[in-house]
């Protein structure tokens, strides 16, 4: 069964302090591995996409690794702006129509 | 350009009532969706349309129906609802091409109690 699992659920920062989130996956033929910022009352933001193992992707204080079981969202010296569920989802491969599989969310949280 | 635009943004309904949730996407997408999100629970897909007059099941489909007569909208009906249908309904667009797969484009929600 396709599963996507991130960790840890919730993450408190002090500004300035990096750290890594987790999402670790299991699926059958990964299509795709993508990220997503989710801010209180409204819609998941994209973020990033990976398409294979080794790449890498950035965005400002963001940056987002794959390998062939998981993914690594690092942020780097976080401000409290940075503060938000963070979600990652995959895309199995084959007649999956595109649908993507997400994980609970790591919520992130910033303090100044 | 709005992007995807959901109505209404905040919906109360009795046990046994019925509504329509609107999707409106303006950027051409052939895919869309309706996702219900839970606490604890995740991002769960309820149906899916991959264009203009079709429809599929997702992970959670009961108890909902859905609509695809135009390509830019897609409608999630709830035909007698329930209090399990309480949640923040999203729907997403995407575009399909070159044999991948782009990221969604998410709506802002809709926000439903079934007291």
């Known amino acids: 069964e396709d599963q996507v699992t991130q960790s840890p659920e919730a993450l408190r920062l002090q500004e300035g302090e990096s750290s890594s989130l987790n999402c670790s996956y299991t699926?059958?033929?990964?299509?795709?591995l993508f990220w997503y910022r989710q801010d209180p009352g409204k819609g998941p933001e994209f973020l990033f996409t990976?398409?294979?193992a080794g790449e890498e992707k950035e965005k400002e204080r963001l940056k987002a690794t794959l390998t062939k079981k998981e993914s690594f969202l690092h942020i780097t010296a976080p401000k409290p702006e940075d503060s938000a569920t963070y979600l990652c989802?995959?895309?199995?491969?084959?007649?999956?129509?595109?649908?993507?599989?997400f994980g609970k969310g790591t919520k992130l949280s910033v303090k100044p | 350009n709005a992007g995807v635009t959901q109505t209404p943004k905040f919906r109360v309904l009795k046990t046994g009532q019925s509504m329509t949730l609107l999707c409106a996407q303006d950027?051409?997408?052939?895919?869309m969706y309706w996702y219900r999100q839970d606490p604890g629970m995740g991002l769960r897909l309820i149906h899916y349309?991959?264009?203009?007059?079709?429809?599929a099941k997702g992970e959670v489909p009961d108890g909902y129906n859905v609509s695809r007569l135009k390509k830019q909208n897609f409608l999630l009906g709830l035909e007698s609802a329930a209090p399990s249908q309480t949640s923040v309904y999203f729907c997403?667009?995407?575009?399909?091409?070159?044999?991948?797969?782009?990221?969604?484009?998410f709506g802002s929600g809709t926000r439903l109690t079934v007291v």
């Open positions: 950027m051409n997408h052939e895919y």
């Open positions: 699926v059958s033929g990964l299509r795709g």
């Open positions: 997403a667009s995407s575009y399909a091409g070159a044999g991948a797969y782009y990221g969604y484009t």
């Open positions: 349309s991959v264009g203009e007059g079709t429809t």
């Open positions: 989802a995959v895309q199995p491969g084959g007649g999956s129509q595109g649908n993507l599989i």
């Open positions: 990976l398409y294979s």
